[in-house]
Nanobody
């Protein structure tokens, strides 16, 4: 069974940066895609970014492109989300998730098989 553990969240001022980490353990495949999602209080979960197992392809929601960067280090079984120029509206619980089959619907939460418990990111104004 695949397990994902997020870390790196915290409190940061607007304009600041955070780097989230997601350690993925268990069997994964070269077809796997790892994604980051977030959910703010009272709002639906939304897609943030995703990256293929090889790291060659990455995907972002348009509103975050240029501020957020997803990357991975397979030697450490870790996927990162570098977040720069943070805004108060980025406040949310951030989750990483694993899609073992690499669906083309990487932006849908339903495509993912396993989820972490999340890490809280709070951006103060």
């Amino acid at each position: 069974q695949v397990q994902l553990v997020e870390s790196g969240g915290g409190l940061v001022q607007a304009g600041g940066s955070l780097r989230l980490s997601c350690v993925v353990s268990g069997p994964t495949f070269s077809s796997s895609v790892t994604g980051w999602f977030r959910q703010a209080p009272g709002k639906e979960r939304e897609f943030v970014a995703a990256i293929t197992w090889s790291g060659i392809k990455s995907y972002y929601v348009d509103s975050m492109k240029g501020r957020f960067t997803i990357s991975r280090d397979n030697a450490k079984n870790t996927v990162y989300l570098q977040m720069n120029s943070l805004k108060p509206e980025d406040t949310a619980v951030y989750y990483c998730a694993e899609d073992l089959r690499g669906s083309t619907y990487y932006f849908r939460g339903s495509a993912y098989d396993y989820w972490g418990r999340g890490t809280q990111v709070t951006v103060s104004s």
